[in-house]
């Protein structure tokens, strides 16, 4: 036999050597979809796609939160706003944010705000995880859909842990963490969600692979159109969308470009009457976040940001529709339309003449009216003309992330 045929039967070997071993510990070798993964992240990923831990079985986190979507989803959701639970009636109440990049938020504050023409600062509101900050970061993020009756509804965190102690990959997790990992439920519980935590915050999430990475990089050119869209992008006095979906316009890392500032604004975007949760109790945001008034500065007017919801990132955002909290918008053209003609053209997006329809008559007056292309009045011309919205159309449907290995 030649030296490279007895090489490579040696590796083939081996390899079948370390997969019988791994299986007579009982642990199984890696999947195929998990190459790259340490064991930690792996667990995660096991944790993350595991059906067994909703009641009954069947949901699992990747269920509503799709790879194939950027991690966004509905699980076969009859209304395409809300994600289905695993109960047959059980629907959300808000739309599914994608954790793409979501381990770039940081922990939920009250940052320093300056005013550009006052010179004033100000605390105001900003990180945290769901759209409405009530989960400090991801490790407290793990929990809420899993314990949601309208999601996952687990019973509790022991019984998520004595699911994961008799299933498959218990292996996988004592190898992780130890052998004695099950003794304490609590301390297991918090283990197994930093293992979710370090697969949700592993290069699978962040891969910085779309076409405007690949700009930034120097490695593609972008079309005149989307040129155009960009330019608008951050024109202050057009799309001024960098206000909010901040980036550094100096900087040629995809890192810096984010494509949100983690805090909270209130859009005001119109009512979606398929959400049958919200028709008689209206979605406050914020000012409804468990624990606000405790890390808040004194004097903090909680009721100031009622109707406020996160700023999310634009990244993969032409392809995790419906847009807002409540998924009012199935096309992303639409979205950007909205933005540049919500004052100048209110009927064309709140039918019955009530603007600003989704949030009670007293908390209105939060909604964003000063910053451009907000500053308008109705009858006057846009900051954005329909071509505008067409080339930042454009730009946004650069910033979705190729599939892995292409």
Request: aromatic share 10%.
């Amino acid at each position: 036999m030649p030296k490279t045929a007895h090489a490579r039967f040696a590796l083939v070997l081996l390899s079948c050597l370390l997969a019988f071993g791994a299986a007579a510990q009982g642990a199984p070798p890696p999947a195929a979809d998990e190459a790259g993964l340490t064991p930690r992240e792996r667990l995660g990923k096991r944790i993350f796609e595991d059906r067994s831990l909703s009641r009954p079985a069947g949901v699992s986190c990747a269920s509503c939160h799709d790879a194939a979507t950027a991690f966004q989803g509905v699980n076969g959701s009859p209304v395409p706003a809300v994600a289905r639970g695993s109960l047959p009636a059980s629907l959300g109440k808000r739309n599914t944010p994608t954790i793409m990049y979501a381990s770039f938020a940081p922990p939920f504050g009250f940052i320093d705000d300056k005013d550009e023409a006052t010179g004033k600062v100000e605390k105001i509101p900003a990180g945290g995880q769901f759209l409405d900050g009530r989960a400090a970061d991801l490790l407290a993020q793990f929990s809420g859909p899993l314990l949601d009756p309208l999601e996952m509804n687990a019973p509790s965190r022991a019984f998520a842990v004595a699911a994961i102690r008799d299933g498959a990959y218990a292996p996988l997790a004592r190898e992780v963490y130890g052998d004695k990992l099950f003794d304490d439920t609590d301390a297991a519980f918090e283990k197994l969600a930093q293992a979710v935590v370090a697969y949700e915050s592993s290069a699978r999430f962040h891969p910085f692979a779309s076409k405007f990475d690949d700009y930034l990089r120097g490695a593609a050119k972008l079309t005149p159109l989307e040129r155009k869209g960009f330019a608008l992008f951050k024109d202050p006095k057009k799309g001024n969308c960098l206000a909010c979906h901040a980036g550094k316009e100096e900087s040629r890392n995809p890192q810096d470009w984010l494509f949100t500032d983690f805090t909270y604004d209130a859009l005001g975007g119109p009512k979606n009457p398929a959400i049958a949760a919200t028709a008689t109790t209206p979605d406050l945001g914020l000012c409804k976040r468990p624990g606000l008034d405790k890390v808040a500065p004194a004097g903090f007017d909680a009721a100031s940001v009622c109707g406020a919801f996160k700023v999310p990132t634009l990244r993969n955002i032409a392809v995790t529709g419906p847009y807002l909290h409540n998924g009012a918008f199935t096309k992303l053209r639409d979205v950007v339309a909205f933005y540049a003609t919500r004052d100048t053209d209110p009927a064309r997006w709140f039918p019955k003449g009530e603007k600003f329809d989704d949030l009670p008559a007293d908390y209105r007056g939060n909604v964003n009216t000063s910053e451009a292309p907000y500053d308008r009045k109705p009858g006057q011309k846009p900051r954005l003309s329909e071509k505008d919205v067409d080339a930042i159309t454009a730009f946004l449907e650069t910033l979705t992330d190729r599939p892995a290995g292409k």
